[in-house]
């Protein structure tokens, strides 16, 4: 349909050949070709152009748009390699990847079945720069996801154009060119202003799609335009310099997409314009490579990703071996998939099968064999998805028994100062690496994600402290709930994830973060009114969170917030932040899947002290020094030695993510902690001088 109705443009398959080997490049090489992400915003403005002139034309000669063929075809084209691809993913992912990242491969692997793999990163607030998150081999199923719902809502705002038209209202390009205006212009401005509760804006179809409206734009007033040759030619040449020099120059510093995506996207409708002027990029973009590599690029895009995942050891850059294999395998895999699945299905036998002098019978068989793709590959990740959720909780029913009193876990007493604890070898680690990412108590899990008042402990307690702060605050939940037990307590917790208790901004995506904003008013009313004799509190330090103010900045928050607490009769007990696993300055260590992946040999997964807490500023330390009715608690002792911070400590996985400590963890760190609280605690109501050992 697509000959019959618009020219073939060898142009567009050379952008398309830009765009994919921008792709593979920075997946690759991510710190020398470091804005290669923008090949997929070239593949949106191209969608666009394209499959809104087809629709156009089509409309032009039948005087109508047929979805059902429409959407069978965009089925046929994209399903099955997509599918193969998925399964060989599914199948890849039991054999290269830790058994802890299995879940949420399954998981994705659904979601990209589905085409719903965009929010389902959303959903998860996946930033796509992270350094504290593993992608999963199906993550760049994010642009397609985009791309077909693209496919499948946009064709019928088109039809309905066109219905419109007929009756005389307008034009189907006037009142297509209405809609694409809207567009853009509501999604630009979500792209310039993201949402600070709503997760990663990168993967969000409604801060994307005003890149696809863009080539629906330029193709419904492309056939208007009275451009000279010479001036397309410069069009063209101005548009190749924009989206090459986006590949160089862009980077994830500048928060994407948002008005930075205006130089690949204005760069890609120039060189649509140019076409085929003369002395201009055309003839580059039409040579016979970029046509084999632009034809080649649906499935290059597929393969390169999953190889980049399989082949690169874990939590390592890319050695020239894998760089290799990566480049060539998309290549070779690629060219197969598209002679061998892609072409059969388009124009070869299989295509013959299904075509039909009925148009009934072709779009029958046609959503008989879609269906049955993507329930294969829908129903591979979620068998992947239960049967891992069903290991995990095999072990942790198994595993998650107390250690504190078994000798063969010290846990932190290993590292006591005083009479360091033997530590057996030869016994399996606790909790198993499998299943340590959920060593932590559920109950504690609303309070900080909606950022409630939780009340533990003894209602009437002969003594009510507070436990306030973020996710590292939270840490100390269940040693404070055992104490409060212990010593007859009343215990307020009051938490936020990735929120501060500092009077002071927090920024996520250019963006403040509202929430953080109205969970320190909330918690500040809360303490005041509650008066507990004590707030025990910690903080991530550098690097958890977004954009801080500076450190001058912040040390003033966290006092002015104290100063509230002080004068209403409370007093401050301040712990110092646990390290943050990193590989190196710009890449957090998952601690789990290391420890699965390098089980034969964990000493690798061992950090330097100088990395993972030494070099980063504890700014609540800093408010605290010199303060008066604040203590401080350094338990870093218990962390680390003066050399490195291993994430097993006494067979005890201390970690289950980046920088999150696990409750059994935390459960032979408890004595010590208790220790210090008390002498704190004691030090505080005498106004003797308190502060860290």
């Not at 040579?287 to 990703?305: C, E, K, V």
């Not at 533990?456 to 404070?480: E, F, Q």
Request: with cysteine; net charge positive; aromatic share 12%.
């Amino acid at each position: 349909m697509s000959k019959r109705l618009i020219n073939y443009r060898p142009d567009l398959q050379g952008m398309r050949a830009i765009a994919v080997i921008a792709v593979l490049v920075f997946h690759v090489w991510p710190q020398t070709f470091r804005g290669g992400f923008v090949g997929v915003d070239v593949f949106f403005v191209i969608s666009g152009f394209l499959i809104t002139s087809l629709l156009v034309a089509e409309h032009a000669a039948t005087g109508r748009v047929d979805l059902p063929r429409f959407w069978a075809r965009r089925f046929l084209r994209l399903l099955p390699a997509a599918s193969l691809v998925l399964l060989v993913i599914v199948g890849g992912t039991l054999v290269f990847l830790p058994q802890p990242l299995w879940i949420s491969t399954g998981m994705h692997a659904l979601a990209a079945a589905l085409y719903f793999e965009n929010w389902a990163l959303v959903l998860q607030s996946v930033d796509y720069w992270a350094q504290g998150q593993l992608a999963t081999p199906v993550q760049h199923f994010w642009s397609l996801s985009i791309e077909e719902q693209f496919y499948i809502f946009w064709p019928p705002i088109v039809a309905l154009c066109g219905v419109l038209a007929a009756r005389g209202r307008r034009s189907l390009r006037f009142q297509g060119l209405v809609v694409v205006l809207v567009v853009i212009g509501a999604s630009l401005t979500l792209s310039v202003i993201p949402d600070p509760n709503s997760g990663a804006s990168y993967f969000k179809t409604t801060t994307r799609a005003w890149e696809l409206a863009l080539g629906a734009l330029l193709a419904l007033i492309y056939s208007r335009l009275r451009l000279s040759r010479a001036l397309r030619s410069v069009f063209g040449w101005l548009g190749f310099a924009a989206v090459i020099a986006s590949v160089f120059f862009i980077n994830e510093s500048l928060r994407f997409p948002g008005y930075v995506a205006l130089l690949p996207t204005l760069g890609t409708v120039l060189l649509i314009i140019c076409h085929d002027a003369p002395y201009s990029p055309h003839r580059l973009l039409s040579a016979r490579p970029m046509q084999y590599i632009g034809d080649l690029s649906y499935s290059i895009y597929l393969w390169h990703w999953p190889l980049v995942v399989f082949t690169r050891p874990f939590g390592e850059e890319a050695s020239r071996l894998s760089a290799v294999i990566v480049i060539l395998g998309s290549l070779l895999l690629a060219a197969l998939s598209k002679y061998l699945v892609e072409d059969p299905f388009r124009r070869g036998r299989i295509a013959e099968l299904l075509q039909s002098a009925s148009r009934g019978a072709f779009l029958r068989n046609a959503f008989l064999v879609s269906v049955f793709m993507i329930f294969t590959t829908a129903g591979a990740g979620a068998l992947l998805n239960v049967y891992q959720r069903r290991q995990v909780d095999k072990v942790a029913t198994q595993d998650f028994e107390a250690v504190i009193g078994d000798p063969k876990y010290p846990g932190a007493a290993a590292f006591d100062p005083v009479r360091p604890a033997p530590v057996p070898e030869g016994v399996p680690l606790k909790p198993d690496p499998v299943a340590a990412y959920v060593d932590m108590k559920y109950k504690y899990l609303m309070c900080q994600v909606k950022g409630k008042l939780c009340e533990y402990g003894n209602p009437n307690g002969k003594l009510t402290i507070a436990l306030v702060g973020d996710s590292h605050a939270m840490h100390y939940a269940p040693a404070l709930e055992a104490l409060a037990k212990k010593h007859d307590w009343r215990l307020l917790v009051i938490v936020k994830v990735a929120c501060p208790m500092g009077d002071f901004p927090l920024w996520r995506d250019g963006a403040v973060r509202t929430d953080c904003d109205w969970w320190r008013s909330n918690m500040t009313k809360w303490v005041l009114q509650e008066k507990p004799a004590f707030v025990v509190t910690s903080g991530g330090l550098t690097g958890v969170y977004g954009q801080l103010p500076p450190v001058e900045r912040q040390v003033k928050g966290f006092r002015d917030i104290w100063q509230k607490f002080i004068a209403n009769g409370t007093k401050i007990i301040a712990v110092k932040d646990n390290p943050l696993m990193k590989y190196h300055k710009g890449k957090w260590m998952d601690v789990p899947p290391c420890l699965y992946y390098y089980r034969k040999d964990i000493k690798k997964c061992f950090r330097p002290r100088e990395l993972t807490l030494d070099s980063m500023t504890d700014t609540m330390m800093l408010a605290a020094d010199g303060m008066k009715d604040v203590a401080t608690i350094n338990l870093t002792q218990y962390f680390c030695t003066k050399d490195e911070c291993p994430p097993v400590i006494g067979n005890v996985v201390v970690y289950r993510d980046q920088h999150h400590l696990t409750e059994t963890f935390v459960n032979t760190l408890t004595p010590y902690l208790e220790k210090e609280l008390l002498l704190r605690m004691a030090a505080l109501k005498g106004q003797s001088p308190a502060g860290a050992p």
